[in-house]
């Protein structure tokens, strides 16, 4: 592949001595509050679900698109502004996607129907994917040494303080002046990150591949592959995972891929470089934040929901319980990155991460409606501390094995593999909840008259709305029913944990038999 020989350069031709480490803290800045944007969006949008659908006298499914757009959306096209930052160099992709993300959210401030809105989540979510991709590109880029690990420590730190916080940021200020001030705040932000991109272009020489395009063909199978995948994943429980429907959307993923890999291998200038995926350290790499995804994130997306629907617990207190599962985030990234500066070894911290949500998952088994919160506040620690070690460092270990010029497009895998192995894994974890609730509570709900399809209540339980179906039996039956539809719950969360802890156990063996084996040398992906 024909790249420019130069490395990347960090100020003027007076070097980084004088003015770089300013630009530096610039860039940095500009980049992590970009980054904060993103999972605030994707873990804060579900809270104005309800009042949007009022607002705007939305139905239940172009509803749920709001959320889905965006999460689909950045799944698909991550992968490809990887690839198009080492194209049109990574401050370029970086403000494309900032501006593409500021005026989709300007939009939704705006919205008159659920469509148009739906429509700019979308939108939102192909900015997103380029703030995520070229972020980390340009961090990667701009610092060396201990410097980079401090810079990701502290983009994992955002990025999971987003996410973690996204929801009560949302709430507040949807009660203070209303949900389209959760997207307004997004256009203010990005607003002030776009002022920062002259200064970021003086101050980032860039290295970029010759000659290259971008690689239409390649996207195009790649989005089409995510898309079956998670409509399949979405559909599961409905249609049934063995169905006709579910498995043709499967098959089609499959071919999807496979076509996308024979595609890529004859390129010259590919979308994903498959040669870097051979790299089984780097493989093993962005493996670590999948875990992540299937053991922290889809407990923050759905333990308050079990909180409220078995534990009888408010809102505010369930939000409040779930500090424990994200205070981890304000210290560990931080702690991770000191501990490496010092010496201690930055993959048995990974290594340790994995194991703290292994345990941690399995902790969670404790969980019963009348639990002792004493009882179970060590799990939720462990878990978040598992998910916070590694984040940031786990970006900085793997794009030190790639090129500067590829880094892009490596930045783009490993996001692609973080982002949208949380929209699969909060997919995965809906379904299977709302699967086992049916298959528990089913004859039970078929005992009460007038109450509807099981698989309907089913859904409608596995969103944490008990009372709602309850509402639907005689007034002398309610309470036997909503005991009914709280041990389905209760016993259905119980089984997807040891889904769960058994994906992420599963995940670990991979990772440590892919570091473990023959090594490949580090500079096969350069």
Known sequence: MAAQTESPVVGEEDGPQTSGPQRQTLILVAVLLAIFVVPTSISGTGVALPYIGSDLDANLVPLQWVVNAFNVAFACFTLAWGSIADIIGRV????VGATIYAVASLISVF?????????ARALAGIGGAAIFACGAALLSTVFEGPARGRAFALFGTVAGIGVSFGPSLSGVLIESAGWRWVFAVHVIVLGLVLLSVPTMSRAVKETRTEGARVDVVGSALFILAMLLLTTGIAQGSQWGWASPGVLGLFAGTI???AVFAAVEKRKEHPMLDLSIVANRRFLALCLVPVAGSFGFVTMLTYLPSYLTATGGYSSGTAG????????????????????VAKGTSAMGIIYLSLVFLVIGVGGLELFKPDVNLALVALPMLIIGAGYALAAGLVDGQALELVAPERAGMAAGFLNTMRLGSEAIAVAIYGSLLATVITNKAQDGIAGYAGVGDPATIAGTVASGNVSGPAEAVAEAQR????DLLVTAYDGAFHTVLWVLGGICLALLVLIVALLSGRKTDAASAN
Not at 92 to 95: E, K, N, V
Not at 327 to 338: D, E, G, I, R, T
Not at 479 to 482: A, D, E, L, N, Q
Request: net charge positive; glycine share 2%.
């Open 111 to 119: 919205a008159v129907n659920v469509i148009l809105l739906d429509i």
């Open 92 to 95: 370029r992709a970086f403000a």
């Open 255 to 257: 071919v999807a891929l």
């Open 479 to 482: 309470g036997s029913f909503t």
């Open 320 to 339: 409040l319980i779930m500090l424990l599962l994200t205070v981890p985030m304000l210290v560990f990234p931080l702690l991770a990155a000191k501990l």
